[in-house]
């Protein structure tokens, strides 16, 4: 169902959330590859085995980062879809704010 009162606030502060968070998997990424490869070389020598997994947990953030970029144009393609979706069924108005007019169930249809 569509509905015309739209909470642009919330929406603003999940994007805002989302970009945080590729923010902090980019910098979780190249600490743990930097901190990993040095490490791991054998230019310094820790004594805690444990930390020798720093150089997996890297890739993996890195990996995240990676994801994440990709899916960045398709999320933005699905928004002006879903934008474009809700001023057809509301009758061709324009929306009178950022982003989509309304918000759609896409689960209630495929029961």
């Not at 998997?25 to 070389?41: D, E, F, K, P, T």
């Not at 002006?80 to 009758?91: C, D, I």
């Not at 309304?102 to 249809?109: D, P, V």
Request: contains cysteine; hydrophobic residues 45%.
């Amino acid at each position: 169902m569509l509905r015309s009162d739209c909470n642009w606030k919330k929406r603003a502060d999940c994007i805002l959330l989302i970009i945080t968070m590729m923010k902090a998997l980019l910098v979780l990424a190249i600490v743990g590859l930097s901190v990993g490869m040095v490490l791991n070389s054998g230019l310094v020598h820790i004594p805690l085995d444990a930390l020798y997994a720093v150089l997996p947990l890297g890739a993996v953030f890195a990996g995240l980062y990676m994801i994440g970029k990709l899916l960045e144009k398709e999320s933005a393609t699905f928004d002006q879809e879903q934008e474009a979706t809700a001023r057809r069924v509301s009758g061709g108005k324009e929306s009178t704010g950022p982003g989509m007019a309304g918000e759609q169930n896409t689960l209630a249809g495929s029961h």
